[in-house]
């Protein structure tokens, strides 16, 4: 069971990594550095999935120490940086134990690592986010078997603290956000089955208000954005039934809504800041003829751009290769194992190139390991273990083998 305040389990996104092989671990153990952190993961029988936030998906809470002026690219609520070193970390799952462990990086070397216990992997799931806007990444672990919910303050590889919450029905799914503005992160409720929604305002460890909302069709999926770049977390809702899409204005837990322009369901979105105004923007994907379009947002209305189609089995991630602020697209085919990044200046290519291929099975992760504001491609190769690193300029690519001390099992998972 999680002692009091001192506690903690995670979980990253089985969607991502390996849905199928995350339902293999015993009870959460002990296994942080208690001297070092002031708490400890007691031991507690549950299950756990595994979800990172997509990137852009909330507000950006908190300032950086990296140099990347898009706060979105750099917040800790949005990308893990556990140390407030301005430096992404990485976050590793042992599919075979269910061991988690959170290692703190400095470009291609891991500077510290910490384990923060084994955990069953079919029940939970985390969120990062920065619950008290001291720039680390936290999370909120939740057991989609019993409903129980557990926030877990970071710091380094160490539970600083962890509190447990209201129980909520396991119906009930959440996201993150910040509603009020305040740089602290705030949850969103939906509840799949009802329409239900419900938004708790968070401070630190403790729920400052938890308000019901409308409720929405169930054939509605929420998506938290910030179409207007005020700094208050919106709902982009999408039917994914019939292409329509809307948006919820919010202003704490006031909503103001709107409706945007339909597009067909075999469209699926992936968010962006593509003109560098911090206002989320959005990448479609037509799944069925190869299509791709930008949405830049202004509120409700949107310019669209089309962009150059390309074959399905080609996929495509968000980052920011130059540092210039605007994301940019990188395209690796899953087929042949190509991959070329598109930098962006709002909905046009600004500039193109192929990057070097590679191993068609590798899964590429993003984030700016060495803090020079642009984003870098981790490489795993999950047969040998044998990683690499890619450190982005532009369209130029370094590659940094992975030291053999640092090297996992191939039962090793990230995102």
Partial sequence: MIESTNSSRLSLDTSVWASDSLNKSETLTTSLNTANSGSYLGARSSEQQIVPTDLLSQLPLGGSANPNPNPYLTSAAIVPDFNADGKVDKLWVNTQTGEIVVRLMDGTKTLEQGSLGQYDLTAYDYKIADFNNDNKTDFLLRNKTTGDNTLVLMDGVRVAGAAMLDK????????????NGDRKTDIFWHNSQTGQNAIWQMDGTTVTSATVLDATDTSLTATIVD????????????????GENSVWFMDGTQATKYDLQSQDVSWTAKLGDFNGDYKTDILWNNS???ENKVWNMNGIFVTEGNLQTLDPTWTSSIGDFNGDGKTDIFWHNTTTGENTAWLMDGTAVSSEAFLPSNNAAFTPSFGDFNNDGKTDIYWRDQQ?????????????????????????TPEW???
């Fill in 413 to 415: 998972y990230t995102a």
């Fill in 384 to 408: 040998t273990g044998a990683d690499t690193i890619w450190t982005m300029d532009g369209t130029k690519a370094s590659e940094t083998a992975v030291a053999d001390a640092d090297k996992l």
């Fill in 288 to 290: 069925q003829t190869g």
């Fill in 227 to 242: 179409f207007d770049g005020n700094g208050k977390s919106d709902i982009f809702w999408r039917n994914s039934t019939t």
């Fill in 168 to 179: 909520v029905d396991p119906t009930w799914t959440s996201s993150i956000g910040d509603f």
